[in-house]
């Protein structure tokens, strides 16, 4: 069984961020990258899969040069082999569409079974570059998945829903799949694992490869301006009867500051 996973590196946890001169978003300078983490649990899925069926898993990124850093610890902990999107063109690919346009015409020629991709990425967060791939390559999909069981031509999952409940589906082969954090424990590159990964391949690709332009990456959502949220103090009094003022509180405090 082959399985695509696709990996985004984002800014570290704790991170000072700082908004750019153009308030468009962060400011990178001096800040540190590491893998977002539902995409480390659909890294950690997948290998799982390929421990328990063979097969490969090829890991897929885009960005920078940094961004190899967070491909090679993939390398390290079992991937097989990654494929590297890097151009200065594709620097314009940066909301859901471009990207899932992207990732899919890199993908066009790949042989897999499955693709995962993490719930959400930590920084956009938007949740929504999975199910585009998806739509793109023409393939059957499922989000917030807790659980996998491949089958024979199909794929049986069980996905979270709202207020503890859980759903079991299943998918026709090949699928995507966006994996939920906590599916499972992630496990670290050993010794053996991150030396074996400067032997395996990195296979950078280039606008030319897959045939698209900047205008083919043209973003359908611009940001138009990144702020720091604006801290306001209030003081209100409650009066009345002791009976009528704790109903008030309680209302307020369920309703306006959302704390119970």
């Given at each position: 069984?082959?399985?695509?996973?696709?990996?985004?590196?984002?800014?570290?946890?704790?991170?000072?961020?700082?908004?750019?001169?153009?308030?468009?978003?962060?400011?990178?300078?001096?800040?540190?990258?590491?893998?977002?983490?539902?995409?480390?649990?659909?890294?950690?899925?997948?290998?799982?899969?390929?421990?328990?069926?063979?097969?490969?898993?090829?890991?897929?990124?885009?960005?920078?040069?940094?961004?190899?850093?967070?491909?090679?610890?993939?390398?390290?902990?079992?991937?097989?082999?990654?494929?590297?999107?890097?151009?200065?063109?594709?620097?314009?690919?940066?909301?859901?569409?471009?990207?899932?346009?992207?990732?899919?015409?890199?993908?066009?020629?790949?042989?897999?079974?499955?693709?995962?991709?993490?719930?959400?990425?930590?920084?956009?967060?938007?949740?929504?570059?999975?199910?585009?791939?998806?739509?793109?390559?023409?393939?059957?999909?499922?989000?917030?998945?807790?659980?996998?069981?491949?089958?024979?031509?199909?794929?049986?999952?069980?996905?979270?829903?709202?207020?503890?409940?859980?759903?079991?589906?299943?998918?026709?082969?090949?699928?995507?799949?966006?994996?939920?954090?906590?599916?499972?424990?992630?496990?670290?590159?050993?010794?053996?694992?991150?030396?074996?990964?400067?032997?395996?391949?990195?296979?950078?690709?280039?606008?030319?490869?897959?045939?698209?332009?900047?205008?083919?990456?043209?973003?359908?959502?611009?940001?138009?301006?990144?702020?720091?949220?604006?801290?306001?103090?209030?003081?209100?009094?409650?009066?009345?009867?002791?009976?009528?003022?704790?109903?008030?509180?309680?209302?307020?405090?369920?309703?306006?500051a959302r704390v119970i």
């Amino acid at each position: 069984m082959n399985i695509v996973v696709c990996l985004k590196q984002v800014p570290k946890k704790d991170s000072i961020l700082r908004i750019a001169a153009a308030q468009k978003w962060i400011d990178d300078r001096d800040i540190s990258y590491e893998m977002s983490e539902a995409d480390a649990y659909a890294l950690e899925e997948a290998l799982r899969q390929k421990e328990k069926h063979g097969g490969e898993v090829i890991v897929i990124s885009l960005g920078p040069e940094r961004v190899r850093q967070s491909i090679k610890e993939a390398l390290a902990k079992g991937a097989d082999r990654a494929i590297h999107l890097h151009d200065s063109i594709f620097d314009s690919a940066v909301d859901a569409a471009a990207v899932a346009r992207l990732l899919a015409a890199a993908l066009k020629d790949e042989k897999y079974d499955l693709i995962f991709t993490g719930l959400q990425s930590d920084d956009y967060g938007f949740a929504q570059v999975g199910l585009i791939l998806a739509e793109t390559l023409g393939l059957a999909s499922a989000t917030i998945v807790m659980e996998v069981q491949p089958q024979e031509g199909s794929v049986r999952v069980k996905r979270e829903l709202e207020s503890g409940w859980f759903q079991w589906v299943k998918l026709p082969m090949p699928a995507l799949l966006t994996i939920q954090s906590g599916i499972n424990q992630l496990r670290y590159a050993t010794l053996k694992g991150i030396m074996a990964a400067k032997k395996k391949e990195i296979r950078e690709v280039k606008a030319a490869d897959v045939g698209l332009t900047a205008d083919d990456l043209k973003p359908a959502q611009v940001i138009e301006r990144a702020y720091l949220p604006e801290k306001t103090k209030r003081t209100e009094f409650i009066e009345g009867k002791p009976a009528e003022a704790a109903a008030k509180l309680i209302e307020k405090l369920r309703f306006d500051a959302r704390v119970i």
